[in-house]
């Protein structure tokens, strides 16, 4: 598919109550039904950004993401966020691990995961998730797509698009607006850098924290224009409709790409292009 319309959903999250906030994106992925092929959630759009991982944490088989793959295939839309998961085994196990994951779940029911890299050590992530250590590669209706998480942005070098592997950059965060020049910031460098389409959506809101979030969910262009943006601090949709022939031609046009430094990361034992 040359053409792919992808939707960023800014909405406030209730604090740690999964009933309510999934009944909200029910009623906003009823308004999108048709009019769009992905849509993109906050970070923990379920919860919030909690640290009450024994409490809300779930399996990839739990009633969370089993929810959203049964919307996904009703809506016909890929959705994407992610939420506090555990492995299966969990409840039994004398050491648990949790982890902020990310989800990319399809319409014909592929489900693709990303559990965090980098944890905010500020909020206490460290001390209460276990950080992942691989990135993916996502294909999606003939686009690339990669999927991070909020803290995630302020390292260039796990974005790092080397020889043009991907088209499409998501974060799903909740960026407090303390810092949110940042976040403007750094997803405008992310689309020119890796010459590629930048996704982000963050939440709106006060945390149970206090802590307030202003939004600046937005869509970027390989040069770095504004294709869709929702207001500041409202609740909103807004999609827009991305060019893959676009992206290309532009890369055979400017192909800065190939003048990129190679290097490998190491983290936990394992090496990562």
Known sequence: M???RVSILQTDIAWENKQDNLRHLREKLETLRGETEIVVLPETFSTGFSMNTGHLAEPVSGYT???LRKWAAEYQVAIAGSYIACDENTVTSHLPHYYNRAFFLTPEGDAHFYDKRHLFRMGNET?????G???FIISYKGWNILLLVCYDLRFPVWSRNANNEYDLLVYVANWPMSRRKVWDILLQARALENISYVCGVNRIGTDNHLFPHSGGSVIYSPKGELL????DN???IATARLDLS???EFRKKFPA???ADSFKIFCYGTNEN
Do not use: I, M, Y
Not at 127 to 131: N, R
Not at 228 to 231: G, K, L, M, T
């Open 228 to 231: 869709a943006c929702v207001p």
């Open 246 to 248: 676009s992206l290309q």
């Open 65 to 67: 993401v089993t929810t």
């Open 2 to 4: 040359n053409h792919l």
């Open 127 to 131: 001390e209460h998730f276990t950080a």
């Open 133 to 135: 250590s691989r990135r």
């Open 234 to 236: 409202e609740e909103g």
């Open 257 to 259: 790409w190939k003048d």
